[in-house]
């Protein structure tokens, strides 16, 4: 990759933050506790505002250079790069939405790291199809009354101020949706209890509710019938991210296994001697490769086009399997140690089956995939 002088001042810098992801990811996991020391380290390394423009103090970074930062972040602990790589989406979103003066000054808050935010786009009983969202914005004489309950809320006690979809028009669909800024601290908001999940305890994970929660007219930064469309605006990009992370622990997969192999013996020599392991592992570096060029080739299409729906499809689909596959075959070269937590490889087992279901999961992929294979055909459907 060509970089500039500083984008590889930011990759560096991102390198640091990724140093202390590892080093505190097995603690968090265990301990079910946020990773508070790798946003400190993010904020401090003057990262916040990725997506944002230059002109409203953001770093304004080509999609390049964000795949191969979530690359590295994906090799510590891909579920803690959740918990704050998704809030630059919510930036740009204010960015491009927010209208008001005050919706700056928010985003300067957010880019100086004094509050924290996150999308709350999923509820209970609606996930792929955001457009059947219950939650209820009502316009009042003095601002707006919300009610409703988001589900899936990435580290749901920790926000400051939550970016809320929610329907301003019951039946109109994505014609009603308008996103609010609402703050955790106020009357009506309600955190449910964390998850019981397969593993990704560091995004702490729970429902949040809103039981006649009040807000100002301010607070609506995303106007209804824009609100899906601000929601996905970054949706090309983070699927490349969560493609790159998955990459990043795909590798870390493949080192781990080289090395249990080379030093372990069984019949007499080293495990790594046995063609039929040499094999499975010359499957899981092939696909390795094939999932870095689709993630960066998306990138590229999207710093070149501005969209890049269908290959970040394909590129999401494909390094999220890989990873889950993969990292499998890895964790099965060392036998029942490849259980244990005394490697990383059961955390990013988990993170990658995780990462199928985030960002769209892969069936939905699938249909934009299919949308972009049916397009020519379109007049004989
Ligand atoms: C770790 C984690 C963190 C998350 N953080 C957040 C967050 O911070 N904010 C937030 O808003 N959400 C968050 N989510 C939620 C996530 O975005 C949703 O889980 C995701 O959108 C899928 O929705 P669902 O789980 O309701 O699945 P459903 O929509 O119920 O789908 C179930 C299955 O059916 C498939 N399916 C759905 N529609 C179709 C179709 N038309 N054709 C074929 N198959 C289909 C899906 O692919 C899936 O496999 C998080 C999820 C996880 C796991």
């Known amino acids: 990759m060509n970089w500039t002088k500083d984008e590889e001042r930011l990759l560096e810098v991102n390198r640091q933050v990724a140093e202390v992801a590892a080093s505190v990811a097995a603690d968090c996991e265990a301990n079910r506790r946020p990773p508070r020391e790798v946003w400190q380290a993010y904020a401090d390394a003057g990262l916040k505002g990725m997506l944002v423009p230059k002109a409203k103090g953001g770093h304004a970074l080509r999609a390049s ?3 191969a930062m979530s690359e590295e972040l994906g090799r510590a602990d891909p579920v803690a790069a959740l918990t704050f790589v998704p809030q630059e989406y919510c930036m740009s979103a204010i960015a491009t939405y ?33 457009t059947a969202m219950a939650t209820l914005a009502t316009e009042m004489p ?19 101020e939550y970016f809320v979809f929610a329907q301003t028009e ?4 994505a014609k009603g949706i308008a ?31 809103f039981a006649d929660v009040i ?15 601000a929601a996905l605006s970054a949706i090309d990009m983070a699927r490349i991210n969560v493609g790159a992370e998955c990459c990043g622990a795909l590798s870390v997969g493949l080192e781990t296994a080289l090395d249990y192999t080379t030093q372990r013996n069984a019949f007499g020599q080293k495990l790594a001697n046995f063609q039929g392991l040499q094999w499975q592992l010359a499957e899981v570096a092939t696909d390795l490769y094939a999932a870095r060029l689709m993630v960066y080739d998306a990138a590229a299409k999207l710093e070149a086009q501005g969209k890049a729906s269908v290959e970040a499809a394909h590129a999401k ?11 499998d075959i890895c964790m099965g070269q060392m036998g029942s140690n490849g259980l244990k937590h005394d490697t990383p490889l059961p955390r990013l087992f988990a993170a990658a089956k995780i990462a199928k279901t985030l960002d769209g999961a892969t069936e939905i992929q699938n249909l934009v995939i ?12």
């Open 142 to 160: 003095f601002g707006w009354r919300l009610n409703g309950t988001k589900a899936w809320v990435t580290n749901a006690p920790y926000i400051d």
């Open 215 to 229: 807000l100002e007219p301010e607070r609506m930064v995303v106007p209804p019938g824009e609100g899906l469309r």
């Open 317 to 327: 689909k494909f390094a999220t399997r890989a990873a889950m596959d993969g990292l």
């Open 65 to 67: 250079v964000m795949a």
């Open 370 to 381: 299919s949308r972009g294979l049916l397009a020519p055909y379109r007049d004989r459907l």
């Open 179 to 209: 996103g609010f800024l609402v703050p955790r601290e106020r009357d009506g908001v309600i955190v449910g209890e964390p998850y019981e999940m397969l593993g990704g305890y560091v995004a702490s994970i729970a429902d949040v509710t």
């Open 170 to 173: 019951p039946g109109a669909g």
């Open 98 to 130: 927010g209208a008001h003066d005050w919706h700056d000054e928010i985003l300067a808050s957010l880019m100086a790291a004094e509050i924290t935010t996150g999308f709350l786009l999923t509820e209970p009983g609606a996930g792929s199809d955001a």
